[in-house]
């Protein structure tokens, strides 16, 4: 079973300011047909988790640019260029490249 | 616009069982890959298990040592999640999570959630 690492598990940010999430694979989440299938979900406080980020980076519909995932084989990143209010919330990976799905245990960012 | 809308809240007895249900609506239910994805209390995300309507494909994670039952109506765009011989360590929010099986592109639409509480 591939197993997610993510780092850190909190993560404190100044408003306007950049932040950066990693996530690493036990096992290399490229696919035959070059895709990386790992994606990135924002859950915020006391709603369902939304999709952010997937094959690794491309963003979802309505995603705001200043998103962005990045990386290939076993490592990643989530960077988010200019940190506001609204980006306050619990960030998982998750593999998709084969079953069990398996996602990272999450990282807390919250506005300094 | 695609909407995966569960049933409401549980109350239930240890050893006992429980269904939660996820109808589909506005999106290619044909088309899907369904996810039934557990939170416990200030924790996670949980994969449970997978199931593909269209293909009748269904895989589990071997954590619920098949304890967990996922099935589709076709017919009713409606998937269902059965889990069985209930403990407290049960007790979480239970979501439902779809995405396109022939264009992935993530689990791009969420269920609300359904809350499941396990007590004696």
């Known amino acids: 079973d591939i197993v997610m690492t993510q780092s850190p598990p909190s993560l404190p940010v100044t408003p306007g300011e950049p932040a950066s999430i990693s996530c690493r694979s036990s096992?290399?989440?490229?696919?035959?047909?070059?895709?990386?299938?790992l994606e990135w979900y924002l859950q915020k406080a006391g709603q369902s988790p939304q999709l952010l980020i997937h094959?690794?980076?491309s963003r979802a519909s309505g995603v705001p640019d200043r998103f962005s995932g990045s990386g290939s084989g076993t490592d990643f990143t989530l960077k988010i260029s200019r940190v506001e209010a609204e980006d306050v919330g619990v960030y998982y990976c998750?593999?998709?490249?084969?079953?069990?799905?398996?996602f990272g245990q999450g990282t807390r960012l919250e506005i300094k | 616009q695609a909407q995966l809308v569960q049933s409401g809240a549980e109350v239930k007895k240890p050893g006992s069982s429980v269904t939660v249900s996820c109808k589909a609506t506005?999106?290619?239910?044909?088309?899907?890959?369904i996810s039934w994805v557990r939170q416990a209390p200030g924790q996670g995300l949980e994969w449970m298990g997978r199931?593909?309507?269209?293909?009748?494909?269904?895989d589990y994670s071997q954590n619920f040592q098949g304890r967990v039952t996922i099935s589709a109506v076709k017919s009713t765009t409606t998937a269902y999640m059965e889990l069985t011989s209930l403990r407290s360590e049960d007790t979480a929010v239970y979501y439902c999570?779809?995405?396109?099986?022939?264009?992935?592109?993530?689990?791009?639409?969420w269920g609300q959630g359904t809350t499941v509480t396990v007590s004696s």
């Open positions: 999570a779809s995405g396109d099986h022939y264009n992935y592109y993530g689990m791009d639409v």
């Open positions: 506005g999106g290619p239910f044909n088309r899907y890959t």
């Open positions: 199931i593909i309507p269209n293909l009748d494909i269904v």
């Open positions: 096992q290399s989440l490229r696919h035959s047909n070059g895709n990386h299938y």
């Open positions: 094959m690794a980076s």
């Open positions: 998750k593999q998709a490249l084969q079953t069990p799905i398996a």
